[in-house]
């Protein structure tokens, strides 16, 4: 297995890679204490292991409950939300949708401000080309955060609480921070955690600062200046993000200590930062490629991914054609056996799409023996077509109204705290 921040293959163990990277798992009570503090029922992704994996969770969880809010929303929000993006394709697909379904059910059940990071200069540092007859591509990354953002707009954030951010344009606001974290990090360290070497460019050991800047709410003097505080920097922040990301906000859990405010310089009275300047983090599992529940799905492989361009019939035929099977090869043997749920891709992306639990349940138990309604791998992938049909179809009459102008909305600084 290969999980870095370019490269995601081979079978996934999660509990290795939780071990490896030193964050810890989920467990019962973080799910109890969410739900008790949620105005919203616990997401599917929660319920089902998802989400599986965390640092600094509970403190955050301290924060939280010390912190009830009032009815009337006066009281600041304990924490912020921050998530992002990386444009590298024109059109978005269903495992790009996960962290942002889950982000917005968390800005609505906890009631907070979100920020999302959409990172035009990393894709073209890492994968920007340069032509003698052409010039570079930059400005294709740019169009694609304005193309991507409309998809992300569309998954139905609140736009009073939301600010969404192209790098390229909102850069010089994190810049304190930004040269701070580079004057707090070796090029040795960035190196050893990132895999790169001398022969790398130099935006690539540049750019973890720039991924790590938003964690602190200090980036954002206007959108996040609370009415009557003169400083931001005590606001807890909260990132959901797939489990690849985590290289960065070590990174950024590393030096958070130089970027909060100095006792000695903190009004008399007021509070440190709840997490000492780090922010707390909730890491998703990877969306499987139809192919098979190994890696991640990708872009550049158009029958690996269903995309939020497709047309019902491309969802049809991809699932029926692409979607591999855990089934048994005949129906006799299939009724005997049943198919092996782990490895069969519609049964794992009815997990992660699929609403109802009973009904996931009833075809885990049929599919899985070979008996009842949904027996079989038929039966199994017209009900994943049906579910892929509809959300497709519903984030695209979405996503239909939204102009470059609405775009242009979101992304203006303002106040999202208020
Ligand atoms: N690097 C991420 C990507 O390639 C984009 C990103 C920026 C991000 N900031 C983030 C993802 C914060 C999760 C959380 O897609």
Known sequence: MVVNIETVS???DYNRLVENFGSSLLTHDHLERLGRLSRLPLHRFLRRGIFFSHRDLDALLNVMEQAPRSPDASSPPPFYLYTGRGPSSESMHMGHLIPFLFTKWLQDAFDVPLVIQMTDDEKFIFKGTYSHETGDNLQNFQRLTVENAKDIIACGFDFQKTFLFSDMDYVGTMYPNIVRIWKAATAN?????????????VGKLAFPAIQAAPAFATSFPVVLNQEGQSTVDRMACLIPCAIDQDPYFRLTRDVAHKLVTPPSLRPPGALPHPLGGKPALIHSKFFPPLQGATGKMSSSDTNSAIFLTDSPDEISRKIKQHAFSGGQDTKAKQQELGADLEVDVSYQWLRFFLEDDEELERIGRDYGSGSGEFWSTHKVKERLIQ?????????????????????RRWMQQRNIVG
């Open 189 to 201: 360290t960035v190196n050893a955690m990132f895999g790169f070497d001398g022969s790398s460019n």
């Open 10 to 12: 081979g079978k996934i």
């Open 387 to 407: 579910v892929c049909q509809e959300l497709v179809a519903e984030h695209q009459a979405r996503r239909a109204t939204i102009t470059d102008e609405e775009v």
